[in-house]
């Protein structure tokens, strides 16, 4: 039996790393952080335990990562669903509404996740992460900043602070509060994006994230 090609031990690893993201989002999503062990992870995802060591230095940069794609494919979904628009201001609307969603369709997840971003290491540096800032850089920089490099991390600010808004245990702001003055900062009006009549309710879309997690090669997917 001949040996495996360089490429296709490449592409089990990159599908093995994915299967333990989206193990790490459903595992933190269904439990919380501190319940959740990096060998429930691999379990959840069907990899050898000391794989995990192989890809993350802990398990809070594992749930990082995990949380980062989910974001930055929710992101891009978003901005790509039809119909189609080059329009800056709907696409800004829409990279508001899709992280807005995920606070309020993950509440447990994201407020694990702002958490995290508060430890020491803050930001864990990882592809799933720089994908997300790419995103949003675009983003502003479609909307019309004439300086991209100082208002991308103000729109981060911004949407980091309105997660964290709508996510204070005992007192929430409500989402389409948080939205509203969004909205009213840039410019949007408020039928663009997703309009709250046309929200889903907390909790939809929970079944199945393996959309987020897709396995094959995508444009501009690390």
């Known amino acids: ?22 193990a790490a989002v459903e595992l933190v999503g269904e439990r919380g952080f501190e319940a959740t062990t990096l060998g429930d992870i691999a ?28 974001m930055h494919r929710t992101l891009e979904e978003a901005l790509e669903r039809e119909p189609r628009t080059e329009d800056g201001r709907e696409r800004l609307a829409r990279a508001i509404d899709a992280i807005l969603g995920l606070a309020r369709d993950r509440p ?33 920089a479609r909307y019309g ?25 005992g007192v929430p702001m409500p989402v389409p509060v948080l ?14 994006g997703v309009p709250p009549e046309g929200d889903a309710e907390p909790g939809a879309g929970l079944e199945d994230l393996s959309r987020f997690f897709a396995t094959e090669e995508r444009p501009g997917t690390p």
């Not at 039996?1 to 989206?22: D, I």
């Not at 959840?44 to 749930?63: H, I």
């Not at 996740?113 to 502003?140: I, K, N, W, Y």
């Open 1 to 22: 039996m001949s040996p495996r090609s360089a490429s296709v031990n490449e592409e089990l690893r990159r599908r093995s790393r994915e299967r333990l993201l989206q």
């Open 43 to 70: 379990d959840r995802a069907g990899s050898a335990r000391g794989l995990v060591s192989y890809y993350f230095p802990g398990k809070r940069q594992l749930v990082q990562s995990a949380v980062h794609r989910l």
């Open 108 to 140: 447990v997840l994201m407020r694990q996740h702002m958490a995290g971003l508060l430890q020491a290491e803050g930001f864990v540096q990882c592809p799933e992460q720089r994908r997300l800032a790419e995103l949003l850089s675009d983003t502003v």
């Open 145 to 169: 900043a004439q300086n991209v490099s100082a208002d991308y991390p103000m729109l981060r600010a911004l949407l980091m602070g309105a997660v964290f808004a709508a996510l204070v245990p």
């Open 179 to 192: 939205r509203a003055e969004l909205f009213q900062r840039y410019g949007l009006d408020r039928e663009m």
